[in-house]
């Protein structure tokens, strides 16, 4: 069982930035994808940004040029840069790591951006 404890979110101003993390509870040979979700009330989630184990990455429309994820392997971690945070990026953010097929989801960490 692989468990993952997301970190970082918070109250930001519309502009500011926040960085998120997310850790795995323990190694991992091998992960298929790491990538970040967001549901704000009233919708469904959605894929924000996702890495593969090869490099690749995925960033939904709304957030291409604001938002980096990156993944630090040795660590079992990924992270999510946020910036030029906007009122509409206030959410619930979750990580998702891919492993051998299953997924696993963190907690989630709340993300509130105010105008």
């Known amino acids: 069982q692989v468990q993952l404890v997301e970190s970082g979110g918070g109250l930001v101003q519309a502009g500011g930035s926040l960085r998120l993390s997310c850790a795995a509870s323990r190694s991992i040979f091998r992960i298929d994808a790491m990538g970040w979700y967001r549901q704000a009330p009233g919708n469904q989630r959605e894929l924000v940004a996702l890495?593969?184990?090869?490099?690749?990455?995925n960033y939904a429309d709304s957030v291409k040029g604001r938002f980096t994820i990156s993944r630090d392997n040795a660590k079992n971690t990924v992270y999510l840069q946020m910036n030029s945070l906007k009122p509409e990026d206030t959410a619930v953010y979750y990580c998702?790591?891919?492993?051998?097929?299953?997924?696993?989801w963190g907690k989630g960490t709340l993300v509130t951006v105010s105008s």
């Open positions: 890495i593969t184990n090869t490099g690749t990455t």
């Open positions: 998702k790591l891919q492993i051998y097929g299953v997924n696993y």
